[in-house]
């Protein structure tokens, strides 16, 4: 590999920031709630269906959605959610025409949502690579390298 080949691969993943700060807040207040709210005597402080859904509904939405892994190989863009893998895309790299970074403004919001720049998939406000397919329609990839993505995919399409 010379320095002009880029390497096989690219892939970075990013925390879901503001989730993994808003949902163990989130937890803590409603298990401190279970406590002070608990009756007094023998048995389990709170039932445990609300305890379960306490600890495990954030944890599992973390699970699912904690964070944004982006990976592009010779043929094809992916990208999924969460430590499962699922829910995940792929993209192969012949349909895309045109790629840019681009700004994801705050009011557009983070995760996965329809725009008016067509699909957004992000885990912060900020940067993105804005991607204009072949069949005319557009997404938006959330990054915190944005020009490191653009270029990398720029060169896998033959622009570079």
């Not at 990013?14 to 808003?22: D, G, N």
């Not at 790299?93 to 699909?119: C, K, S, Y």
Request: one cysteine or more.
């Amino acid at each position: 590999m010379t320095m002009d080949t880029p390497p096989p691969t690219y892939e970075r993943t990013q925390a879901f920031r503001l989730l993994w700060l808003v949902l163990p807040l989130v937890m803590l207040g409603t298990g401190v709630a279970l406590l002070l709210e608990a009756p007094k005597g023998p048995g389990p402080a709170a039932p445990v269906a609300a305890w379960a859904a306490t600890l495990g509904v954030p944890a599992l939405v973390l699970l699912l959605v904690g964070r944004l892994t982006i990976r592009v190989d010779a043929q094809c863009l992916r990208w999924h959610y969460g430590f499962v893998g699922w829910p995940r895309w792929s993209l192969a790299l012949v349909d895309i025409a045109r790629v840019e970074t681009t700004r994801v403004p705050w009011l557009e919001g983070q995760g996965i949502r329809f725009t008016r720049e067509g699909w957004l998939y992000s885990v912060a406000s900020g940067g993105a690579v804005r991607l204009s397919l072949r069949n005319g329609k557009h997404l938006r990839l959330g990054s915190d390298e944005p020009e490191r993505l653009a270029a990398w995919l720029e060169r896998r399409l033959g622009g570079g």
